[in-house]
């Protein structure tokens, strides 16, 4: 079985998550969706999330073409939610901070080597959590 791992705040669930999370099912057989802890939201990108961790928890789970949604590690790139999954894909949004060698680099030393992919943005003019933070 081939499982893929996205990672995402996922404040506001807006069509562009819904994207990037069936572009990360479609790579694999198994998606399992990590959602940040309020904490490390806080430290990558200078503000609290509006809704808890475990709001946006639940409105993952919701989505019927995700498998399973977890709370992400408490402390940033500890890594620990990776090897607990072992996946074989890594699914990126055109938006987050990771850079794919650099990631490629540090998971190489904790002996994970998942595929990483980039996934393209869906229409990111219109919609996108900031923008739709502002409607």
């Not at 479609?26 to 503000?47: E, F, H, T």
């Not at 998971?107 to 219109?126: E, M, N, Q, S």
Request: net charge positive; glycine share 6%.
């Amino acid at each position: 079985m081939r499982t893929v791992m996205a990672f995402g705040t996922f404040d506001f669930l807006h069509p562009g998550h819904q994207f990037y999370l069936k572009k990360a099912r479609a790579l694999g057989d198994y998606l399992v969706v990590v959602v940040s802890r309020d904490r490390n939201v806080r430290i990558i990108k200078g503000k609290k999330p509006l809704n808890s961790e475990k709001d946006r928890l639940q409105l993952v789970k919701q989505l019927r073409f995700v498998d399973k949604a977890i709370l992400g590690d408490r402390i940033v790139r500890k890594w620990s939610v990776i090897k607990r999954f072992h996946p074989t894909a890594i699914a990126l949004g055109y938006d987050q901070w990771a850079s794919i060698p650099s990631l490629r680099k540090q998971l190489g030393k904790a002996d994970l080597h998942p595929r990483i992919v980039r996934i393209k943005a869906f229409k990111p003019k219109k919609n996108n959590s900031i923008r739709m933070r502002k409607h």
